[in-house]
């Protein structure tokens, strides 16, 4: 007889459901983990720096360089979603006739279907002694009596909702991708500003640092006010205990330092700025002429050519600043406050240094469906390794077991239950 | 106060190193020569390291004002006891003295790379003081002692015929190699949900692929597709085994290497 041919069509499903190509994109992916570990991501400084520029511009063709966001990495998880669909979550109707087969009352088991079968003394065997909940019995073509019990059946879907949950997790986080929102707002206490484009602002009316007798930090604290339209939410937010308003999480991020800057022109002030560091300003008739505040050291130490702060208090704050003009570097110095810095006719003054929180503010509307999915393969996992679904059934004489996971411990369970029940044939040596 | 409960973490902490080695020469010799009184001394020994060990961390609990679990040092103790606790549950529970051989001589080198590092107690930094510290670390510890646990059945397994001269009993290792690794799994899973939830409420993500959050999900990986193998294919024996051993490599890169070759948001230590 010629075997028949598989439809191409079912050879690709059997295919794209097998175990094998889940394998092969597992290894894909964990490839790509592992080189997105190690390879700058996203920063082609830090990328040339470490492999040169002909290395650099290899991972770049590649998109290892931005492994997690690149198309191949993408589509392995897309292949591996619908590896999960055709191998796990469209055998909902098979799982289900496994469980409805295990507990149906009228199926009987025979003995060479069973996994072990274990010897009983002479004594009439009762399941319900071994701990049988729920027994049933019936009568074979020898007129023999038989009682059987099956329990457990919930342990068939712990593989399957171990595959939903992770096809669950793979498709919130994606979602999440492109549905979730992050702003980034700035500023000192007393400023207010629009959260971007959500339709919101922020005032942050305190932010408090909260330092331990050997200057570690203990806490940072920001008490902030959400607007919105008419309504406004008053809060605070602080490391580990983000503030929640108007469906955003506010999380307090980082923290620096910002001066206060005076600039004049032949000795009037034409312009006050705050700039933090990192930031710079400039006349507005003189655009060119650019002051940049490099970094500012609120107890500043000069040792050794290294400029440090020796604490976060302000007992001696200076800041690092450069001058650039039609942007050539004309200087870097280090300036003390209100003192000014003479360049040309502009003079350039810096007071009231004042730190300044940095605020995050994010929405996500996936999160939840991220949570669900981990709870749903944390069951599957409970289900999968720890219940066991299980048949036993016998003659009076003989105990006969049926299970598919971990037989031998099921096995060793028995064998205990019968000891203690005082049913098992004598002899029985324990393992080494 | 805390002159004297540093010099007594000190204490315990070196004799719990010795009574490991001691547990350790005693399950070897209970290995080699079939003594059995040397299995139920090396028995004891390990209980005692591991009492020892305990009464070390809760000491360095007691002077550092937080749960040990935040500094190579306190971490690779705890970790050295996460694999010491579930030897001790398995053992028993398997009836397999011949694992000491090799468990102990772990928790020896774990608890001696902890002996090099810095014993310096530092506070809590702010992303640090959490309730989900104690849930996400301590997930940390067991998972990664049962896979510990499961590694040193699969050397034992792959090597402890010619290291003792006899053959151990290689079905009974392979449903422990399955058992440890389930156990380690699912506390695994646990380790990387609460890991999100705490990462949420600290930085505003759940994910942000960075280097131990990445390397602790390759190894969730490697141990899924183990497991699946095993419950769909009945993998398991030798080649079970060698997976076992490259899935704690995974786990010591994650621990070690990830802390001291990749810098992330997880650079507290």
Same mark, same amino acid.
């Given at each position: 007889?010629?075997?028949?041919?598989?439809?191409?069509?079912?050879?690709?499903? !059997?295919?794209?459901?097998?175990?094998?190509?889940?394998?092969?994109?597992?290894?894909?992916?964990?490839?790509?983990?592992?080189?997105?570990?190690?390879?700058?991501?996203?920063?082609?400084?830090?990328?040339?720096?470490?492999?040169?520029? +002909?290395?650099?511009?290899?991972?770049?063709?590649?998109?290892?360089?931005?492994?997690?966001?690149?198309?191949?990495?993408?589509?392995?998880?897309?292949?591996?979603?619908?590896?999960?669909?055709?191998?796990?979550?469209?055998?909902?109707?098979? +799982?289900?006739?496994?469980?409805?087969?295990?507990?149906?009352?009228?199926?009987?088991?025979? !003995?060479?279907?069973?996994?072990?079968?274990?010897?009983?003394?002479?004594?009439?065997?009762?399941?319900?002694?071994?701990?049988?909940?729920?027994?049933?019995?019936?009568?074979?073509?020898?007129?023999?009596?038989?009682?059987?019990?099956?329990?457990?059946?919930?342990?068939?879907?712990?593989?399957?909702?171990?595959?939903?949950?992770?096809?669950?997790?793979?498709?919130?986080?994606?979602?999440?991708?492109?549905?979730?929102?992050?702003?980034?707002?700035?500023?000192?206490?007393?400023?207010? #500003?629009?959260?971007?484009?959500?339709?919101?602002?922020?005032?942050?009316?305190?932010?408090?640092?909260?330092?331990?007798?050997?200057?570690?930090?203990?806490?940072?604290?920001?008490?902030?006010?959400?607007?919105?339209? #008419?309504?406004?939410?008053?809060?605070?937010?602080?490391?580990?205990?983000?503030?929640? !308003?108007?469906?955003?999480?506010?999380?307090?991020?980082?923290?620096?330092?910002?001066?206060?800057?005076?600039?004049?022109?032949?000795?009037?002030?034409?312009?006050?700025?705050?700039?933090?560091?990192?930031?710079?300003?400039?006349?507005?008739?003189?655009?060119?002429?650019?002051?940049?505040?490099?970094?500012?050291?609120?107890?500043?130490?000069?040792?050794? =050519?290294?400029?440090?702060?020796?604490?976060?208090?302000?007992?001696?704050?200076?800041?690092?600043?450069?001058?650039?003009?039609?942007?050539?570097?004309?200087?870097?110095?280090?300036?003390?406050?209100?003192?000014?810095?003479?360049?040309?006719?502009?003079?350039?003054?810096?007071?009231?240094?004042? #730190?300044?929180?940095?605020?995050?503010?994010?929405?996500?509307?996936?999160?939840?469906?991220? =949570?669900?999915?981990?709870?749903?393969?944390?069951?599957?996992?409970?289900?999968?390794?720890?219940?066991?679904?299980?048949?036993?059934?016998?003659?009076?004489?003989?105990?006969?077991?049926?299970?598919?996971?971990?037989?031998?411990?099921?096995?060793?369970?028995?064998?205990?239950?019968?000891?203690?029940?005082? +049913?098992?044939?004598?002899?029985?040596?324990?393992?080494? | 106060?805390?002159?004297?409960?540093?010099?007594?973490?000190?204490?315990?902490?070196?004799?719990?190193?010795?009574?490991?080695?001691?547990?350790?020469?005693?399950?070897?010799?209970?290995? &080699?020569?079939?003594?059995?009184?040397?299995?139920?001394?090396?028995?004891?020994?390990?209980?005692?390291?591991?009492?020892?060990?305990?009464?070390?961390?809760?000491?360095?609990?007691?002077?550092?004002?937080?749960?040990?679990?935040?500094?190579?040092?306190?971490?690779?103790?705890?970790?050295?006891?996460?694999?010491?606790?579930?030897?001790?549950?398995?053992?028993?529970?398997?009836?397999?003295?011949?694992?000491?051989?090799? &468990?102990?001589?772990?928790?020896?080198?774990?608890?001696?790379?902890?002996?090099?590092?810095?014993?310096?107690?530092?506070?809590?930094?702010?992303?640090?003081?959490?309730?989900?510290?104690?849930?996400?670390?301590?997930?940390?510890?067991?998972?990664?002692?049962?896979?510990?646990?499961?590694?040193?059945?699969?050397?034992?397994?792959?090597?402890?015929?010619?290291?003792?001269?006899?053959?151990?009993?290689?079905?009974?290792?392979?449903?422990?190699?399955?058992?440890?690794?389930?156990?380690?799994?699912?506390?695994?899973?646990?380790?990387?949900?609460?890991?999100?939830?705490?990462?949420?409420?600290?930085?505003?993500?759940?994910?942000?692929?960075?280097?131990?959050?990445?390397?602790?999900?390759?190894?969730?990986?490697?141990?899924?597709?183990?497991?699946?193998?095993?419950?769909?294919?009945?993998?398991?024996?030798?080649?079970?085994?060698?997976?076992?051993?490259?899935?704690?490599?995974?786990?010591?890169?994650?621990?070690?290497? &990830?802390?001291?070759?990749?810098?992330?948001?997880?650079?507290?230590?």
């Amino acid at each position: 007889m010629v075997p028949e041919k598989k439809h191409p069509g079912r050879r690709l499903l !059997a295919f794209l459901s097998g175990m094998r190509f889940s394998i092969v994109l597992l290894a894909l992916i964990i490839a790509g983990c592992a080189a997105g570990s190690v390879i700058p991501q996203g920063n082609p400084q830090a990328l040339t720096g470490m492999f040169g520029s +002909v290395g650099a511009a290899v991972l770049t063709s590649l998109a290892l360089d931005r492994v997690f966001t690149a198309p191949w990495f993408t589509a392995c998880a897309v292949l591996l979603c619908l590896n999960l669909v055709l191998c796990s979550v469209l055998r909902f109707p098979a +799982v289900l006739r496994r469980c409805r087969r295990l507990t149906d009352p009228k199926r009987i088991p025979r !003995a060479e279907s069973a996994s072990f079968s274990i010897e009983g003394n002479g004594q009439r065997l009762d399941l319900k002694a071994l701990g049988a909940r729920k027994t049933r019995a019936w009568t074979d073509e020898e007129g023999k009596t038989w009682q059987g019990a099956a329990s457990h059946a919930a342990g068939f879907w712990g593989s399957w909702l171990c595959h939903l949950g992770i096809l669950l997790v793979i498709v919130g986080f994606a979602a999440g991708q492109h549905l979730s929102r992050e702003w980034v707002v700035y500023g000192i206490p007393g400023s207010e #500003q629009p959260i971007g484009d959500s339709g919101c602002t922020l005032r942050i009316d305190d932010f408090q640092v909260d330092l331990r007798e050997d200057f570690t930090v203990r806490q940072y604290e920001a008490s902030l006010t959400v607007k919105k339209g #008419q309504e406004s939410v008053a809060g605070k937010a602080s490391v580990n205990h983000p503030m929640s !308003a108007f469906g955003m999480d506010l999380y307090q991020d980082s923290t620096g330092w910002a001066n206060w800057v005076d600039i004049e022109e032949n000795g009037e002030k034409v312009k006050t700025d705050l700039i933090c560091a990192g930031e710079y300003t400039w006349p507005e008739d003189a655009p060119q002429l650019v002051f940049l505040l490099n970094k500012f050291y609120p107890d500043f130490v000069s040792e050794g =050519g290294e400029l440090y702060s020796r604490t976060p208090l302000l007992e001696n704050p200076r800041s690092l600043y450069s001058v650039f003009y039609q942007d050539r570097m004309l200087t870097m110095n280090v300036a003390e406050m209100n003192k000014p810095v003479q360049v040309e006719r502009y003079a350039f003054t810096l007071y009231d240094p004042v #730190q300044y929180t940095l605020i995050v503010a994010r929405r996500d509307p996936t999160a939840w469906l991220v =949570g669900l999915a981990a709870l749903v393969l944390l069951a599957g996992l409970l289900l999968a390794f720890y219940v066991r679904p299980q048949e036993i059934w016998t003659d009076g004489q003989t105990l006969y077991a049926r299970t598919e996971k971990a037989p031998a411990l099921l096995e060793a369970s028995l064998r205990t239950k019968m000891r203690r029940a005082g +049913v098992l044939k004598e002899g029985e040596k324990k393992d080494d | 106060m805390t002159e004297f409960l540093a010099g007594a973490e000190s204490g315990v902490l070196y004799g719990a190193l010795a009574l490991y080695f001691a547990a350790a020469a005693l399950y070897f010799l209970f290995a &080699v020569a079939k003594g059995e009184k040397m299995g139920r001394l090396g028995w004891k020994a390990a209980v005692a390291a591991f009492a020892l060990q305990t009464l070390c961390l809760a000491a360095r609990g007691v002077r550092a004002g937080h749960l040990p679990f935040t500094s190579q040092y306190e971490f690779a103790l705890s970790f050295a006891w996460g694999i010491a606790l579930c030897f001790l549950i398995f053992e028993r529970r398997f009836e397999m003295p011949v694992l000491g051989a090799f &468990v102990c001589p772990l928790c020896f080198l774990i608890i001696g790379y902890a002996a090099m590092q810095s014993r310096e107690v530092r506070e809590l930094m702010p992303a640090l003081q959490s309730r989900w510290l104690a849930f996400h670390v301590s997930t940390a510890i067991v998972s990664y002692g049962a896979f510990g646990v499961a590694f040193a059945v699969a050397l034992a397994m792959l090597f402890g015929g010619k290291l003792t001269g006899r053959r151990a009993n290689e079905e009974k290792m392979d449903l422990l190699i399955y058992r440890a690794i389930a156990l380690g799994f699912l506390f695994l899973t646990l380790c990387i949900v609460t890991g999100a939830i705490w990462a949420k409420r600290a930085w505003g993500t759940y994910w942000n692929w960075d280097p131990k959050e990445t390397w602790s999900l390759i190894t969730w990986i490697i141990y899924a597709v183990f497991l699946h193998l095993r419950l769909s294919k009945g993998f398991g024996g030798r080649k079970a085994a060698v997976f076992a051993v490259v899935g704690f490599a995974c786990v010591i890169f994650t621990y070690i290497g &990830v802390n001291t070759l990749l810098t992330g948001l997880h650079s507290y230590a």
